[in-house]
């Protein structure tokens, strides 16, 4: 069975992504960092269907916090076969006002997190010659987007190391992507106004906002595949900002 880990997992896409993977007969760690209610939530959600999944706390934008989460998987399981870098959080705001604070915090938790997390994850998969690395990054990281300038470079970051190490694993026959989500409709967008909302739905060719499970669906196929590699799959609805 392969064992899976995706990172911020208590909800919204991970969430999606946690779900659809262990509803596949793929054995599922749910990370999480404040949020155990709901983790805990989606763990019992998924028993009522006799599938069993772990939840694990860590802040992946730190290192012993990571390790300890690689530890425990790989004392129980003996291997990962994918990760699932989703954790993430939004910044908004005009580029004048970013203060170092903010900027350092979105960078460790959107892009330290990938580098730290992949680091720790992927000693295991050169020895076992095999593995999937999904990285979530983002359409901002590719066409940028206007108040958002921290969360743009560290998405394009990610998109940097998804390519890169695409390059420099592919020999282990360790696979890289990035799957880079339009405007999906979860907790982190509920800041936008329903006018704002729509405004997006108007430029978006398919005239409608993407749901969790679309991105979950990709991400199944792209574990089953075996020769995409480098890759930065966009998923927007044909939206390009
Ligand atoms: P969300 O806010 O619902 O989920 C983010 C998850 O990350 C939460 O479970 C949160 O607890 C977790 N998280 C945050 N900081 C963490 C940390 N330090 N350690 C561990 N977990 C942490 O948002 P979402 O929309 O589900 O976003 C998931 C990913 O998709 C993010 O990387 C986001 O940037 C990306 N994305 C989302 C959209 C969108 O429109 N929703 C678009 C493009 C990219």
Redesign the pocket.
């Known amino acids: 069975m392969k064992i899976i880990l995706v990172?911020?997992?208590?909800?919204?896409?991970?969430?999606s992504i946690a779900k659809t993977l262990a509803r596949n007969n793929y054995k599922v760690i749910a990370?999480?960092?404040?949020?155990f209610e709901?983790a805990l939530d989606l763990q019992n959600e998924l028993k009522k269907e006799k599938i069993n999944i772990d939840i694990f706390k860590?802040?992946?934008?730190?290192r012993n916090e990571v390790k300890k989460m690689i530890n425990y998987i790989i004392n129980k399981y003996k291997k990962i076969d994918v990760l699932i870098n989703?954790?993430?959080?939004?910044q908004e705001g005009i580029f004048q006002d970013i203060s170092d604070d903010e900027w350092h915090n979105v960078i460790d938790?959107?892009l330290y997190?990938v580098f730290c997390t992949t680091q720790e994850v992927v000693k295991n998969m050169i020895s076992n010659k095999s593995g999937c690395i999904i990285n979530?990054?983002?359409?901002?990281g590719t066409q940028g987007g206007a108040c958002s300038v921290a969360?743009s470079a560290s998405?394009a970051g990610i998109d940097g190391i998804t390519k890169s190490l695409a390059k420099e694993l592919g020999p282990s026959n360790i696979r890289v992507n990035s799957i880079?989500?339009?405007?999906?409709?979860?907790?982190?967008?509920n800041y936008l106004s329903k006018e704002e909302v729509n405004k997006i739905i108007n430029e978006t060719p398919l005239q409608k906002i993407?749901k969790?499970e679309e991105?979950a669906k990709c991400i199944n196929w792209l574990i089953e595949d075996s020769f995409t590699t480098g890759q930065i799959i966009s998923i927007n609805g044909g939206w390009n900002t």
Do not use: E, L
């Open positions: 990172t911020g997992a208590s909800r919204g896409i991970g969430r990370n999480y960092n404040k949020s709901q860590a802040d992946v934008s730190k989703n954790a993430g959080i939004d938790v959107n997190s979530i990054s983002s359409i901002y969360y998405k880079a989500p339009g405007f999906i409709n979860t907790d982190m967008n993407g969790p991105i």
